[in-house]
């Protein structure tokens, strides 16, 4: 399974994965200073199996990576609504597999002993990643704390 998340820089239009921003370019450390979020996409990939989830990425290691994967791995199904823009994704666990909807159609369902182990580490990249590009700002490290609870529970979870 290959799970990684890019980073949409809006001026540009351009998007990067989070290998290419290891470390940034002094550019990119300038806009990323001033982006109140960081809006990209996760990416999910298993074989025929691919799904690109856009949206604020924090938003995303909160819901996506942990919160769902808590509820997928005690059998519950979910629904996280996009917290930037339109969209959503619905979580569905289907005996050893977990389908993944979007709102605009996108299906792929992945065995859940990859999926969930794969989501819950990408999210724990992005919270640090992210609280490496923004450790001057004690506001937006307030929340990457708020979700690390999330972080914590989705660790324990798998085990």
Not at 90 to 99: I, L, Q, S, Y
Not at 111 to 134: M, Q, S, Y
């Amino acid at each position: 399974m290959k799970m990684y998340f890019r980073v949409l820089f809006p001026a540009t239009g351009e998007a990067h994965s989070e290998f290419d921003l290891t470390p940034p370019t002094s550019p990119q450390a300038q806009a990323m200073a001033h982006m109140p979020l960081f809006e990209g996409e996760i990416v999910i990939a298993d074989g025929d199996s691919r799904l690109v989830i856009p949206g604020a990425l924090e938003a995303w290691a909160q819901n996506l990576c942990f919160d769902a994967m808590i509820r997928a791995l005690a059998g519950e199904g979910s629904h996280f609504a996009n917290f930037s823009g339109p969209g959503g994704v619905a979580v569905e666990p289907e005996g050893d597999r977990v389908r993944l909807t979007t709102d605009d159609g996108a299906t792929a369902t992945f065995p859940r002993a990859t999926l969930a182990p794969a989501l819950v580490a990408c999210g724990g990249r992005i919270l640090d990643w992210a609280r490496a590009r923004k450790s001057d700002d004690p506001t937006y490290l307030a929340n990457l704390d708020y979700i690390e609870a999330f972080r914590r529970k989705a660790e324990a979870a798998l085990t």
